[in-house]
């Protein structure tokens, strides 16, 4: 069975930072393709950032030069490493198991003062 489990969402001051973890289980992480999304209120859900099995990586030109995303095959996880926050990063994160239809439940960032 598939699993994905966010964590470390919060709140956070503009220019702080914040670290999301995405815990995978029941697939062999290492053959997949990770992408962090995100979904503000009344928004579509947009992808954030993305890296392949390879570690090659891709951003949304709203994140490139704050956020980066990383992966730990050994602890079969993902993270986004967000710095320079701005209000406008404030949404619910999701992990998605490569272009499949599993995700995880979200984790809320808010960003504000």
Do not use: H
């Not at 980066?68 to 701005?86: C, E, P, W």
Request: a positive charge; one cysteine or more.
């Amino acid at each position: 069975q598939v699993q994905l489990v966010e964590s470390g969402g919060g709140l956070v001051q503009p220019g702080g930072s914040l670290r999301l973890s995405c815990a995978a289980s029941g697939i062999i992480f290492s053959t997949y393709a990770m992408g962090w999304y995100r979904q503000a209120p009344g928004k579509q859900r947009e992808l954030v950032a993305f890296i392949t099995t390879g570690g090659s990586t891709n951003y949304a030109d709203s994140v490139k030069g704050r956020f980066t995303i990383s992966r730990d095959n050994g602890r079969n996880a993902v993270y986004l490493q967000m710095n320079s926050l701005k209000y406008e990063d404030t949404a619910v994160y999701y992990c998605r198991l490569g272009l499949t239809a599993y995700w995880g439940q979200g984790t809320q960032v808010t960003v504000s003062s």
